[in-house]
């Protein structure tokens, strides 16, 4: 996080700088995955220090991904929902099941394969377009 120095008749005074638009962002992305991140490393008794030892980041890394100040990458969620012994979908959306799989799972896994291949804004360009497609509501970008 940027800081900035403020002096003080007492020495220097360390404060954070206001989010940027592009943190705000991800705030909004990331909320409810970081609340239910905190919330399954609290009932496991772990601190974030513990669990960011097992999962290989930093402690600083952690504590952003559960007050949502930065997007939480894939590998790190696979890594969470490894650690916790939880499906990806239970981390991400709060459910125990996922929704049964397609019949037309090979034609899925192949359009995840082509849209895995494109750039990461095409790819948040279609996630939110399936998401919209989902549940008929516009995700916010």
Do not use: H
């Not at 992305?29 to 919330?39: E, L, M, P, S, V």
């Not at 499906?87 to 929704?99: D, H, M, V």
């Amino acid at each position: 996080m940027d800081v900035e120095k403020l002096r003080s008749t007492k020495g220097v005074i360390v404060m954070p700088r206001p989010p940027s638009k592009k943190t705000r962002g991800a705030r909004k992305y990331n909320a409810d995955w970081g609340q239910r991140i905190k919330a399954f490393r609290r009932t496991r008794g772990l601190s974030q220090t513990e669990l960011a030892q097992r999962i290989g980041i930093s402690q600083r890394a952690l504590s952003d991904y559960e007050m949502a100040i930065c997007r939480l990458p894939a590998e790190v969620l696979l890594k969470l929902s490894q650690a916790f012994r939880v499906s990806i979908y239970e981390l991400t959306n709060g459910k125990k099941t996922a929704p049964a799989s397609p019949k037309n799972g090979r034609q899925v896994r192949a359009v995840v394969e082509k849209l895995e291949s494109l750039p990461p804004k095409k790819q948040r360009e279609a996630i939110n377009y399936i998401e919209y497609l989902a549940t008929g509501q516009r995700v916010a970008a």
